[in-house]
């Protein structure tokens, strides 16, 4: 499994240290060893703030838990934890022996009842329900306040967390085969079998330092047959000390014989680390004179003056430029101006709206009263936005939900009001930027972690809107990639698997050369072809359409693609494999900033089925979602795993650096890297390159207007 890991070192930093807030809710409710609400193996009923993602890292003699956590919303969380478990997996070549386990498991935690007056809150969850099993367990619990400082637990454990004290319980729990491909869900095991009873207490010794204590209902059963554990009494003792708002660290005695040891880092996505932002501020609105002081601007004469529009547009084209955005078209009448622009800064479109909306009060002259501001990602027309200027004269100190009022979202028309002139010297275009990256290798039991960084050169030559060419090359400077040995044991081709392969080799590898076609045909559809060296494993030629209308939740795409595997050197050779894949897609806008994506087609490894993917969406751009594949491959063919699954992270980097900025940095967490189910990853697919500009994203995000 590969992950693209980049972050800030500084936001890192600040971070770490951020002081805990005086009076923070939170202070106190800790995560356990399982990365959850818990206090130290047991759960408890309680909850993290809405949308906090936490990561958590326990080790214990032999044991590592390693835990991603997500709150969904207010009262579910999810959980992905890789661990490292002593002495439960069968040696193939040495019967009788065993070695650690490598671990990959999936957890939910809901709260069904909040505390109230006497009434404790009430949760229930399960651990390790798609996975091998090992830590398969059920619970139900409740937790109470006695004092501001003092919280009790208790619930019952069903597996894992009914292995001591329990009693006979509804039906069997069949014992599960460890040395299997694991992957799936064990839903023959939930709920059933023994219950045991456990419980807690945790008390806050001041705002940093809490004390735990548990009856802990986990005997360890597998870890004491195979003499990797010493349980010799059942009570665990904890102290969790908070570092900072976002940091804890904590130690802990396990069954009266065991050190444990853990980290925990929580981050908000909605509390940057530099909450006001560092950025330049926008130029203010321009009021019009007067009719008796500007009466040549209030008539129109100006429009008499053949060179005034190309010096307009020179001038707002110059303006735009200072401020990051580029403007490609334009067109001006007496009453109405129409703008065509390029935002290459702000990653919310309604601040580069607003950015654009005041420059066109400064530059315009008096009788033009409609503007009219079409966004163009990648140069297709997304969206256009009509804003009356008196509006914007009179709302600028007012809050932005009220000029939204007075604002229309439309589609672009295909043919404009009035012809639309190209600014001058803008195309052809050539940029390019060298940047740091690092890319890592994650869960390979041999080493778990592994790294390489170096430098990345990116270079885009435009050559008229829609029309690029554009690449990445990166060289390798440092890092232990090529020393993995593993070697894919898939029975199918190889389409993903051995990208181990291709990490080893770090000496200038190109990781992307195409040329990019993007177009708006008619009506809410938009059409995307790329060709060339498609990604660092693919090259060949794709293309893509998209049904979108600017006001829709729904939008239908197809995506079709003939490719060949690339050699492992990233360079201009090819492999001898050849295939056609394709998808029909649906996404939906749920509301509340969650987004559904259904995928359904032929895979890189020519079998069929379809994807299922659910993403949450904060207004600064943040996103955290999971996918779930399954294709016509059998549980055996698809190995270790038995399905594509992961999550997948998307932090923009203006959150790090508190700096307006539309790069973003993304990373998918996959518990394995396996050939089926496996999809080409082509850079700007259409539905990601216009959302962002169309309603449902302009209304979420519109509160940055005035910014």
Request: zero cysteines; aromatic letters at 10%.
């Amino acid at each position: 499994m590969q992950s693209k890991l980049v972050f800030g070192a500084a936001s890192i930093s600040v971070l770490l240290m951020a002081p805990a807030a005086l009076g923070d809710p939170m202070i106190g409710k800790t995560r356990g060893t399982y990365g959850t609400p818990g206090l130290i193996d047991m759960p408890t009923a309680e909850s993290r703030p809405d949308g906090e993602i936490g990561a958590t890292i326990y080790r214990m003699n032999g044991t590592l838990r390693t835990t991603f956590t997500f709150q969904i919303v207010p009262r579910l969380s999810a959980a992905f934890r890789y661990s490292r478990v002593p002495g439960l997996m069968p040696i193939e070549d040495s019967p009788g022996d065993y070695e650690a386990l490598y671990d990959r498991s999936f957890d939910i935690h809901y709260q069904f009842l909040d505390e109230a007056g006497w009434r404790p809150s009430v949760a229930v969850g399960m651990r390790d329900f798609i996975g091998t099993g090992v830590y398969s367990s059920e619970y139900l619990v409740a937790s109470k306040s006695l004092s501001p400082d003092l919280r009790v637990t208790a619930g019952l454990g069903w597996g894992r967390l009914a292995s001591e004290g329990g009693f006979s319980g509804y039906g069997d729990r069949p014992s599960y085969d460890y040395s299997s491909t694991g992957g799936e869900f064990n839903a023959s095991q939930w709920f059933k079998g023994d219950i045991a009873p456990f419980a807690g207490v945790s008390y806050d010794y001041n705002e940093r330092l809490t004390l735990k204590a548990e009856y802990s209902s986990d005997a360890y059963t597998k870890e004491v047959e195979a003499g990797e554990f010493d349980n010799k009494i059942p009570f665990n003792f904890g102290v969790d000390y908070r570092l900072g708002s976002n940091t804890h660290l904590a130690g802990y005695i396990v069954h009266g014989s065991q050190v444990g040891l853990q980290f925990t880092f929580n981050v908000d996505p909605r509390k940057p680390p530099f909450p006001s932002g560092i950025e330049t501020a926008p130029l203010p609105v321009r009021p019009r004179p007067s009719p008796s002081a500007d009466p040549d601007g209030w008539s129109g004469a100006w429009t008499a003056d053949p060179t005034a529009r190309p010096v307009i547009q020179d001038v707002v084209a110059q303006s735009m430029a200072k401020d990051g955005q580029i403007l490609e078209l334009m067109a001006l009448t007496k009453d109405r101006v129409e703008v065509r622009v390029r935002n290459e800064t702000y990653g919310a479109q309604p601040q580069a709206i607003g950015h654009i909306a005041r420059i066109l009060t400064r530059a315009m002259p008096s009788s033009v009263e409609t503007f009219v501001i079409t966004m163009t990602p990648r140069g297709v027309p997304a969206s256009s936005v009509t804003i009356q200027r008196s509006d914007i004269e009179e709302l600028e100190n007012r809050n932005s939900v009220e000029i939204l009022n007075r604002v229309q979202i439309a589609g672009t028309p295909q043919e404009p009001q009035e012809p639309l002139t190209p600014t001058q010297g803008i195309f052809p275009r050539f940029k390019w930027a060298a940047t740091p990256y690092a890319e890592a290798s994650l869960f390979d039991p041999d080493d778990p972690f592994r790294i390489d960084t170096g430098i990345a050169l990116h270079g885009s030559y435009e050559i008229a809107p829609g029309w690029s060419l554009s690449g990445t090359i990166r060289q390798k400077i440092a890092g232990n990639l090529d020393e993995s040995e593993r070697v894919s044991d898939s029975e199918i081709y190889h389409v993903r698997s051995d990208l181990v392969e291709y990490q080893k080799h770090g000496d200038l590898a190109i990781q992307r050369l195409t040329g990019d076609w993007y177009a708006h045909p008619s009506e809410n559809i938009y059409t995307h072809v790329q060709a060339g060296l498609l990604e660092r494993m693919y090259g060949g030629i794709a293309g893509e359409v998209l049904w979108k209308p600017v006001d829709s939740r729904l939008a239908l795409g197809f995506e079709l693609a003939a490719v060949q595997q690339r050699d492992f050197d990233q360079h201009f050779s090819f492999r001898d494999y050849e295939t056609v894949t394709g998808h029909a897609s649906a996404y939906y806008d749920v509301g509340l900033g969650f987004t559904g994506q259904v995928d359904v087609g032929r895979y890189l490894a020519e079998d069929i089925g379809a994807t299922i993917a659910v993403d949450r969406e904060f207004q600064n751009g943040w996103k955290v979602g999971a996918f779930v594949t399954k294709t016509d491959l059998s549980a055996e063919e698809f190995g270790e795993g038995a399905f594509d699954k992961g999550i997948r992270v998307t932090i923009p980097v203006a959150w790090t650096t508190g700096k307006p900025s539309v790069n973003t940095v993304k990373t998918v967490i996959r518990p394995l890297t396996r050939d089926g189910g496996a999809r080409l990853e082509l850079d700007g697919r259409l539905y990601e390159t216009v959302r962002g500009a169309q309603v449902g994203d302009l209304y979420d995000r519109w509160g940055r207007f005035w910014r």
